[in-house]
Each structure stands twice: as structure tokens, then as C-alpha cells.
């Protein structure tokens, strides 16, 4: 089993130093889903939620939540992020997320990406809510990531 890097040799989480390592370009695409009654999920794609656009405003708590993560996740390096995308495609009830962000660094924007499934996901819900309080958020997952000394890593299904 690797080493978990945010613990020093004495078991005390710290911040790791990368100061030392090699700048390249990251990428990292995470998943999230939001699964909803029939009555919801038709506010949402009709554009009748009576908090207004769900998606648009959803997209923009993602992208503002991406720029965030070193303040909600202690041991994240605060970035230079270069670009983040939220997509979403709807199907049969459940609104499918895939939050991509962008960077060139010293370490990669997983949390970053991660965090803007997150937020974007919870987001429908607060915007839904009314209507449907048994949403079901997740699977949320990293969907894949390129760039750093770890190499790609692409996510496989158990």
C-alpha cells in the first residue's frame, strides 16, 4: 500500500510541499448524479422551477465552488485553475454532472473537480427541493485525471 502523502512520519497531517515538483498541464474530470421524482426532474427541463434556471444557476455554484476548494478542503494548495466546464445530461429522472477543471501546476485539481460535482449536484437539490426532498445525490465519483507524477489515472467500474 502507497504512503498516504498528507501525513507526516508521525501520523500529523500537514500540507505536502510541492515546491519540488515538476509543473505540467492537469486535467481532471469528475461524476455526480442527481436522481429525482417525475415532477421535479419536469420543472427542471421545462424551466418552470420556481427558483428559476436550475442548471445555469447550478453550473455557476460549481464553477464558484471549484475557486473555492482550498478554503472547504484543509489541506488543498490554493490554484491557478485555467478553466472549468460543468455538462450535464438528463435522462429517465436523474441529472448526470461531469465537472472538469483545468490547470498547470505542481499538483492536480481532483478536489477541485470533485468539489464541483459536489456542489453542482447539491445545488439541483436546493433548487428542487419544494418539489422533491427524497433526491438522491451520487454516485460522485473521479471520472479521470491526466497529468503529474502519478500518471492518468481513468476510472473503472467495480
Keep these: 500500500m502507497s504512503k498516504l502523502t498528507h501525513f507526516d512520519d508521525n501520523g500529523a497531517a500537514h500540507m505536502v510541499d510541492v ?3 515538476e509543473i505540467t498541464s492537469r486535467l481532471a474530470t469528475a461524476y455526480s ?3 429525482m421524482s417525475a415532477e ?7 424551466g418552470t422551477a420556481k427558483k428559476g434556471d436550475v442548471l445555469g444557476t ?11 476548494t482550498p478554503s472547504l478542503i484543509p489541506l488543498c494548495h490554493p490554484l491557478a485553475i485555467s478553466k472549468v466546464a460543468i455538462e450535464f445530461s438528463t435522462s429517465k ?13 505542481q499538483t492536480g485539481v481532483e478536489m477541485e473537480a470533485l468539489t ?12 428542487l427541493k419544494a418539489v422533491d426532498k427524497s433526491m438522491i445525490i ?8 491526466t497529468g503529474g507524477k502519478s500518471g492518468d489515472f481513468t476510472f473503472e467500474a467495480r
Excluded at 58 to 68: E, H, P, V
Aim: aromatic content about 4%; glycine content about 6%; overall charge negative.
Design 19 to 21: 515546491s519540488e515538483k
Design 33 to 35: 448524479q442527481v436522481e
Design 40 to 46: 421535479a426532474f419536469e420543472h427542471l427541463t421545462q
Design 58 to 68: 447550478a453550473r455557476l455554484a460549481g464553477i464558484m465552488a471549484a475557486k473555492q
Design 93 to 105: 429522472n436523474i441529472v448526470s454532472i461531469e465537472a472538469s477543471v483545468r490547470t498547470t501546476g
Design 116 to 127: 464541483a460535482a459536489s456542489v453542482t449536484a447539491l445545488t439541483i437539490y436546493d433548487m
Design 138 to 145: 451520487g454516485p460522485t465519483h473521479l471520472l479521470e485525471k
